[in-house]
Nanobody, 121 residues
Framework: QVQLVESGGGLVQAGGSLRLSCAASGSIFSINAMGWYHQAPGKQRELVAVITSGGSTNYADSVKGRFTISRDNAKNTVYLQMNSLKPEDTAVYYC???????????????WGQGTQVTVSS
């Protein structure tokens, strides 16, 4: 079994910073892309940022210049450094990973349980 465990959410004032972490564990051969999504109440889950195993990154326009995604391949961990937070960043943030359990076979998609980020004005 594979688990993604997130940490680092919380309550912060506008303009503040938070750092989210997500560690993947279990039967993993390799992790391809890892990313962060968020979902605000009444809205669809949306991509925030993604990073490939080679280090290529992609960001939602709303977070470019404020958020930075990074990963530690040796620890199967992805991070999201969030600076200059705004009230509209308030949402549940989910970690996502696309990985292989056995070399040369299927890719699987896994989600974390989510961590709440609340930005007060």
């Amino acid at each position: 079994q594979v688990q993604l465990v997130e940490s680092g959410g919380g309550l912060v004032q506008a303009g503040g910073s938070l750092r989210l972490s997500c560690a993947a564990s279990g039967s993993i051969f390799s992790i391809n892309a890892m990313g962060w999504y968020h979902q605000a109440p009444g809205k669809q889950r949306e991509l925030v940022a993604v990073i490939t195993s080679g280090g290529s990154t992609n960001y939602a326009d709303s977070v470019k210049g404020r958020f930075t995604i990074s990963r530690d391949n040796a620890k199967n961990t992805v991070y999201l450094q969030m600076n200059s937070l705004k009230p509209e960043d308030t949402a549940v943030y989910y970690c996502h990973a696309i990985l292989q359990k056995i070399p040369g076979t299927y890719e699987y998609s896994y989600w974390g349980q989510g961590t709440q980020v609340t930005v007060s004005s």
